[in-house]
Each structure stands twice: as C-alpha cells, then as structure tokens.
C-alpha cells in the first residue's frame, strides 16, 4: 500500500503544472489567450522556483518525514488549482506557477525518490523506479483519459465552433477535477505512509550533505543524463498541439492523441527498470537515448502526407516509449553509482537542481521555436532540437560509464565524517 500511495501521488501531483498543458495545450492556449512563447515563459518562472527548492528539498528529504512532506505538498498543490479555475491573467498564471514550483518541489520530490529507493532495497532499485515511473504512467492514462471524457462532455458536438466561453466551461470542469484529485491525494499520503518514516540524523547541518556531494562528478554526469531525458520529457508537452496544426485533428482528438500515447509509458518504465537490474541502468539509459534520436530525426524529415502517416503515428509512438523508458532509469542511477542511503535525499536535490533546468529554458526556447514559424516548418526544427538533446545524451551516458569503469568514484564520505565536518569549525 505504500508504494501505490508514492505512484499516486508521485503523478497526481504533477497533474495540474503539466498534464493540462500536456493533453489540452491547444484548448488551454486558446483559452487563456496566450501564446507559445507566454506560456514558456509561464513555465520557466516554475523552473526557477523548482531549482530553487531542489537544494533544500533533499535536505528537508533527509530528516524529515514524507507523510508530512507529501501530504502538505499536495494539498497545497491542489488549493492553487481552484485559482487556476477563475482564468487569471499572465501575471496571475506566473505567480500561480512559481507558487507550484514551490508545492511540488520543495516538500515533495525527493522525499518521494528517497521513500522509493528505500522501498527498493539494495538489489531492486531499477524494479522499484520502474514501477513507480510506469505505475505512475497508469495513474496518468487513467486521470487522462477522466479528463478527455469530462471535457469531451462539456464541449459541444460541433468541436470546431465552440466559444470561448464554452471552451473555458469545459477545461474548467477538467481543472477541478483535477484540483480535487490532487487534494484527496494528499489526505491519503497523511493517512497511509507511516508517520516516522524517512527521518534522517537531525543533529547534522541540513546542507551538509549537499555540500557533501557537490564535488563528485558522477552526481554531475547523472545530471548531464537527467536535462537531456527530462528535455524529451518537456518534448511530449507539445503533441497535442502537433496533432492540431499538422496532423489536422481537432482539439478534442489532439487531446485523445496524448492521451493514448501515455498508456506506452507504464510498460516502457517497468520494462527499461528490470533491464536495469538485469544489465546496467546506463546501458539501459544509452539505449533509449538512441532510440529517442531515431525516432526525432524521423519526424523532423518525415513529410506529414497520407503515404508517410503511419512512420508519423509509429515514431511518435516510439518517442514516447524511449522517454518514458529513460525516466523510469535514470534515478536506479543512484544504486549504480554506490551512492550512500544517508546522501539519497541531498544527491536526488543536487541532481534534481540541475537536471530538471530545462523547466527554466526549454519552453521559452521551443516557445519561440514553434511560433517562429507555425504548422509544419516550426515543428520540423522541434524535432531536431530535441534529436539534438539526445545526441548529447548519449555522449554523457558513455562519459558517466568511463567514470564508473574508472573506480575513482566509489569513495563517498561516510557519516560519521560529515558529522565531523559539522562540528568542526
């Protein structure tokens, strides 16, 4: 029962930040009256409140309970989707957005990663991310699938005359169904993780172990690892809106499109975990790196037209399957890399704060991208940015493969020494 409570909360509360601008960008695009490029720079006022609270979070991870940290963190996250619901203007959406990278961070992300590889013990790290990325992925096809019925409901049978008044009634009844999912969530995480658990030794510096950590290039290589799988990630924001402008489809089946892509995810995620335990994480990682840039570089060259529609359908599909392949990996890294339980909560922060920067700059670039130059063309250079990522990807992976190989990086700090460093003056 505890781990299905971090995969539902673990999706649950990402929910309003991202699965709104996943499945429904083209409906909430119009019906805030913003643009591409508003809305990146929406999102990169959460980035850097997220960047700012990944440093603490891991310290707060590591001595403080998750049934208080998760359960505050949700509640809070669902409170600021009733504001989301009164359609506040740009400057609105940005405090509400710097306020989520607050919520979702500071209290919630890597209490979740060190309450998952604690589940995990020290044999089954890539089965435990695995199943919490792909049950996660379940969590998401079912709260998808939810919202696309509810707005279908409230949508007019004629999609494409719809008013702005009766879009914003129907994204409306989709936000408050997720706002209330979000809150209830946190009410069970309250109830269900146990109320000791994950308390670290409080008697050290809450940055120590950040401080700790900040000189070993393997949490750097990892971090490389996590901007070039999370830019993909970002990358699957913007399909939705493809399937409009490229494909023709209309907003409803723009959504439904998303929406289906994201039952691939719990089966990429368990299936990439137990290659993990069964090869290597970074093999795994170097894998799907690979097939993301094949399946980009399809899709920036393949001509939408009827003759070449199944290559479209069938790459992004498979786009879909190397990111969700590549985020249930890349925190199985932190077994790989011997990377002592007492450090989880200030490695996952360390590498959460530079691994997740692209919520800084990856909407404002790709923002900009796409309304350079709408439809086809904006979407060509798209693809290509994100084959770029992957490229690079792949060059990190085999840069954090020589340092393992090496040995030069098994020597963590223990305890005891930092308790030392804490003391000393």
Same mark, same amino acid.
């Given at each position: 029962? *505890?781990m299905?409570?971090?995969? *539902?909360a673990g999706?649950?509360?990402?929910? %309003?930040p991202? #699965? %709104?601008t996943?499945?429904?960008r083209?409906? *909430? *695009?119009?019906?805030?009256?913003? @643009? =591409? $490029?508003q ?13 700012i609270?990944?440093f603490?979070?891991? &310290? ?5 309970? &998750?049934?208080?940290?998760?359960s505050?963190?949700?509640i809070a996250?669902g409170?600021? #989707?009733?504001y989301?619901?009164?359609y506040?203007?740009i /400057?609105?959406l940005?405090? %509400?957005f ?5 919520? $979702? ?10 309450a ?9 790290? +890539?089965?435990?991310f695995g199943i919490l990325?792909?049950g996660?992925g379940?969590?998401?096809v079912l709260?998808?699938?939810?919202g696309v ?6 949508m007019?049978?004629?999609v494409l ?7 914003r ?15 209830? $969530? +946190?009410?069970?995480a ?8 994950h308390?670290?030794? $409080?008697?050290?510096s ?11 290039p ?7 690892i ?7 990630y970002? #990358?699957l924001d =913007?399909?939705?809106?493809y ?6 489809m ?5 959504a439904k499109l998303?929406a289906?892509g994201?039952y691939?995810r719990p089966f ?5 975990g137990?290659?993990a335990?069964?090869?290597s994480a ?6 799907a790196f690979a097939v993301? %840039?094949?399946?980009y ?5 393949v001509?939408?037209?009827?003759a /070449? ?5 069938? =790459? ?7 990111v /969700?392949a590549l !985020?249930?990996?890349y925190f199985?890294?932190l077994?790989e890399n011997?990377?002592p339980p007492?450090?989880?909560g200030?490695?996952a922060?360390?590498?959460s ?14 923002? !900009?991208?796409?309304d350079a130059n ?15 990522c992957?490229?690079i990807?792949i060059a ?13 990086e098994? !020597?963590?700090?223990?305890e005891?020494t930092?308790?030392?460093? @804490?003391?000393?003056?």
């Amino acid at each position: 029962m *505890l781990m299905l409570t971090l995969v *539902l909360a673990g999706e649950v509360v990402y929910m %309003l930040p991202f #699965g %709104l601008t996943r499945f429904f960008r083209p409906s *909430l *695009l119009e019906a805030f009256s913003i @643009t =591409n $490029t508003q809305l990146g720079d929406v999102f990169a006022v959460y980035g850097v409140m997220a960047a700012i609270a990944y440093f603490p979070g891991g &310290a707060l991870a590591d001595r403080f309970s &998750a049934r208080f940290l998760l359960s505050v963190s949700l509640i809070a996250t669902g409170l600021g #989707g009733l504001y989301l619901a009164t359609y506040p203007g740009i /400057f609105g959406l940005a405090l %509400l957005f710097g306020y989520w990278g607050i919520t $979702t961070i500071l209290l919630f992300w890597s209490a979740l990663v060190r309450a998952t590889r604690e589940w995990g013990g020290d044999d089954a790290q +890539g089965r435990a991310f695995g199943i919490l990325e792909g049950g996660r992925g379940v969590v998401a096809v079912l709260l998808a699938t939810a919202g696309v019925a509810m707005f279908a409901i409230f949508m007019p049978d004629d999609v494409l005359a719809v008013s702005d008044e009766g879009r914003r009634a129907a994204l409306r009844e989709v936000i408050l169904l997720y706002s209330g999912t979000t809150m209830a $969530t +946190g009410v069970l995480a309250w109830l269900v993780i146990p109320r000791a658990k994950h308390i670290g030794d $409080t008697g050290r510096s809450l940055f120590k172990g950040a401080v700790a950590v900040l000189n070993r290039p393997l949490v750097w290589a990892q971090a490389g690892i996590i901007i070039c799988a999370y830019c993909g990630y970002k #990358g699957l924001d =913007n399909y939705s809106l493809y399937a409009v402008q490229v494909l023709g489809m209309n907003e409803v089946e723009g959504a439904k499109l998303a929406a289906i892509g994201v039952y691939v995810r719990p089966f990429a995620a368990v299936a990439a975990g137990l290659l993990a335990d069964r090869w290597s994480a970074a093999g795994t990682l170097r894998v799907a790196f690979a097939v993301s %840039l094949v399946s980009y570089v399809a899709l920036a060259l393949v001509s939408p037209d009827g003759a /070449f529609l199944f290559v479209i359908y069938g =790459n992004l599909f498979l786009s879909f399957f190397a990111v /969700f392949a590549l !985020r249930g990996v890349y925190f199985a890294l932190l077994q790989e890399n011997a990377v002592p339980p007492f450090l989880t909560g200030a490695v996952a922060g360390t590498v959460s704060f530079v691994g997740y920067t692209p919520e800084i700059f990856f909407g404002p670039i790709t923002g !900009r991208i796409l309304d350079a130059n709408p439809g086809a063309v904006g979407f060509q250079h798209y693809f290509l940015f994100l084959a770029v990522c992957s490229a690079i990807g792949i060059a990190v992976v085999g840069y954090l493969l020589r340092l393992q190989r090496s040995g030069s990086e098994g !020597r963590w700090p223990t305890e005891s020494t930092l308790m030392r460093m @804490t003391t000393t003056k």
